[in-house]
């Protein structure tokens, strides 16, 4: 039995942040995504916009990796993972919980991430 491609998109999306594969996050969006990152925040619209977001997160050092398990249901995906900029350094920490939603090709149509300063710790 293959793997459910919404639980594979998120793993490919945890690797992709911390290898900072921007092929692997183009590839995961749909042309006309958007992102709220944070909720309440501006929403980036289109993968142009959304690839400019990944190049400046990228360039903090950023890493990730899941901190739980992911919940799919219909046509999402919700999973809780850790996000550090400038891993070994201690810069910054993120507790997030994000929220993919998905079109009938498997691609991500709204990314949504839930945190707020009370899940970030820095030393």
Known sequence: MS????????EQYIKAL??????????????????????GSDIINGKDAIIRFY???FS?????????AVRICANHAVFPF?????PGNGEMRIEVID???????????SMKAFWGEQNITTP
């Open 82 to 86: 850790i996000v550090e900029l400038n």
């Open 3 to 10: 793997k459910n491609p919404k639980l594979a998109a998120v």
């Open 18 to 39: 911390t290898t900072h594969d921007m092929v692997a996050i183009a590839n995961l969006y749909a042309d006309d995504a958007t992102i709220e990152d944070p909720v």
């Open 99 to 109: 929220q993919f939603t998905f079109n009938d090709d498997h691609k991500v149509v």
């Open 60 to 68: 903090s050092g950023i890493s990730a990796r899941l901190d739980g």
């Open 55 to 57: 190049e400046v997160a």
